[in-house]
C-alpha cells in the first residue's frame, strides 16, 4: 500500500516555534473540522527518555495517574507513548503539557508533543 503522503491524503506540515502556540494551534484545527475540544476525547503524548528503567518508571507513574502507557526502543532513545481520553480546554492542554515536560525532564528525556482524535 503507498503512504498516505503520495496518495495526496497528507496535508503540508506547519512548523510552530512555541509549544503553547502550537498546542492553540491543535485546539484551533480541531475546532474547524466541527469538533468541541471540550467533548472527551483520545489524546496520545509522546515522551522520550535516555534508558528502559526510565522508561519503564515512567510508564508506571503514568498509568497511577489514569493514563494508559506503553514505551519501545525507537533509535537508541526509549519512547513512551501516554494515552487519555480528556477533554481539551485550553487550560488542561497547558496543565497537561507542564505536567508531561517535567515528568520527561525527571526521567533525562523531553516531551514531543501530542494529537488528539478528531472524532
Not at 503507498?2 to 510552530?16: D, F, L
Not at 487519555?84 to 517535567?102: D, K, M
Request: with cysteine; aromatic share 8%; proline share 4%.
Amino acid at each position: 500500500m503507498a503512504e498516505p503522503w503520495r496518495q495526496g491524503k497528507v496535508h503540508a506540515v506547519e512548523r510552530v516555534g512555541c509549544s503553547l502556540d502550537a498546542d492553540a494551534l491543535v485546539l484551533d484545527h480541531l475546532m474547524r473540522l466541527g469538533c468541541d475540544p471540550a467533548q472527551p476525547r483520545e489524546c496520545r503524548h509522546y515522551l522520550y527518555v535516555r534508558d528502559e528503567p526510565g522508561a519503564r518508571t515512567l510508564v508506571v507513574t503514568l498509568v497511577r495517574d489514569g493514563w494508559d502507557g506503553v514505551y519501545e526502543k525507537v533509535d537508541g532513545v526509549w519512547l513512551v507513548t501516554a494515552t487519555i481520553v480528556t477533554p481539551l480546554t485550553g487550560e488542561l492542554v497547558r496543565e497537561t503539557r507542564n505536567r508531561l515536560e517535567a515528568l520527561a525532564q525527571e526521567f533525562g528525556g523531553h516531551y514531543d508533543g501530542w494529537e488528539a482524535a478528531a472524532d
